[in-house]
């Protein structure tokens, strides 16, 4: 999958790092594009909406390029220009889905169900950047217009992908009306894949898997998860680190449709994977009884002792006198919330994370313990809520830069009146903050 932004990737982002800012300014200024809707469509998912932050402009979504049967999905057009906004004033979109198993579906006088500002591929890091250096209000609101250079019109079609036994191709055409702007908008054709075909790809390597479980991905195919849980399940080792499995606990607890492709394909798995899915579904307090028949006495005993996992967004705060035990763990639950927000994209898991900054206060006790050495005798409340906020900052910090949801959310609570002003004035000091750079 691709995220949409890569397809607006401006000049002026590289010039931000080699020239001065003013300079640069001006260059936006003059940086002027016709108003236009692009001829072309982009299919997302339905999900995406709901998702992104109620207001501002957002990082692009993903745009899918296989489906999974029963997917329903989003469609969104692009205007660009100065005026661009205007362009969808009216808009109504007439939809043609075709497929050799569904046939033919066609909806009619679509209206938009979002109107967002996307950002361009990079804007994130580079305004971080620039804040980081003290750039100027002024210029960081040219920065952050001239970062917005589109706007998606985001349609929710009442349509869903067809059941199919095999991989198939849909054909979507989109005909536009309501507005004086004529645009011929180019037909789209996307292959829809069983789950079963998922488990033919190829294995990915440690490193393959590692650089997947860094970041939410969107919609998350029941035959792609199960593909990457397979490929897990071949490594003895990888299912034993705790947000790896972690992910997986709550990915096959939250998603209906994954945990039910899981089960109906489980007899066609091979044997560790068979294991690994049972651990996973039993983690998150599923019944799995029915399934013990079809495996040996021995996994079958083992499963039966397995606990369920406890919701990683109860994060510690800590009063009182604490257990080093505990001490040691938070770093360990904070990485199983990342996998908790990796697999559902629910800003809950965030939020919960953000929480942990509330413990400014307190890091200068976590210094002074630190720089003295202090032992287990010396560990107090105070000791323990400053290595959380550290942790969280550095954590947080990581994830703005590489994940966009999670840069849309931190930016929209960071300018939400609403919003603990604490917790505000610390996601704006992640960049520069000197508590949170790793040593």
């Known amino acids: ?159 869903t992908a067809p059941i199919v036994n095999q991989a198939e191709e849909v054909h979507i055409a989109v005909t536009i009306s309501g507005i004086p702007l004529v645009t011929t908008i180019e037909p789209v054709s996307i292959k829809v894949r069983p789950a079963a075909d998922w488990l033919n790809d190829p294995s990915p390597s440690r490193e393959e898997i590692g650089k997947y479980m860094t970041r939410y991905h969107e919609d998350l195919s029941p035959g792609r998860l199960l593909s990457l849980l397979k490929a897990v399940a071949s490594y003895d080792d990888i299912i034993k680190v705790p947000p790896v499995c972690c992910f997986f606990v709550i990915a096959y607890k939250e998603n209906l449709a994954a945990r039910n492709t899981a089960i109906d394909l489980f007899p066609s798995l091979d044997q560790k994977t068979q294991n690994v899915l049972l651990l996973i579904l039993q983690m998150g307090g599923q019944d799995v009884s029915s399934l013990f028949p079809m495996l040996p006495v021995g996994p079958v005993a083992s499963l039966k002792t397995v606990d369920t996992q406890e919701d990683p967004r109860n994060l510690p705060h800590f009063k009182g006198p604490v257990e080093p035990e505990s001490v040691r763990k938070v770093g360990i639950i904070m990485d199983q919330c990342w996998a908790g927000w990796m697999a559902t994209g629910d800003r809950s898991y965030l939020r919960a994370l953000v929480g942990l900054l509330e413990g400014a206060e307190d890091f200068p006790a976590f210094q002074s313990w630190t720089n003295t050495r202090g032992g287990v005798n010396g560990l107090t409340a105070q000791v323990a809520s400053g290595l959380a906020y550290q942790i969280a900052g550095w954590s947080l910090g990581s994830f703005q830069r590489t994940d966009p949801h999670v840069a849309d959310w931190l930016l929209f609570w960071e300018n939400d009146p609403a919003f603990p002003a604490l917790l505000r004035n610390e996601i704006a000091s992640l960049p520069n903050n000197p508590a949170f750079r790793r040593k």
Request: a positive charge; aromatic letters at 6%; charged letters at 20%.
């Open 1 to 159: 999958m691709k995220n949409i932004a890569s397809l607006f990737r401006p000049l002026f982002l590289w010039l931000c790092i080699l020239f001065p800012l003013q300079a640069e300014v001006q260059v936006i200024k003059n940086n002027i594009v016709p108003n236009r809707i692009r001829s072309m469509i982009v299919v997302l998912s339905a999900d995406w909406v709901g998702q992104i932050p109620p207001s501002g402009r957002v990082n692009g979504p993903e745009s899918l390029t296989t489906l999974y049967p029963g997917q329903k999905v989003a469609l969104a057009l692009i205007a660009e220009g100065p005026e661009r906004d205007k362009l969808l004033n009216g808009l109504n979109l007439h939809l043609r889905f075709s497929s050799p198993t569904k046939g033919v579906s066609e909806q009619h006088d679509l209206k938009p169900a979002a109107i967002r500002p996307i950002k361009a591929e990079g804007a994130d890091i580079a305004i971080l950047m620039l804040k980081a250096g003290g750039i100027a209000q002024q210029d960081q609101a040219y920065l952050e217009k001239a970062t917005s250079l589109v706007t998606f019109a985001v349609f929710l079609p009442e349509w």
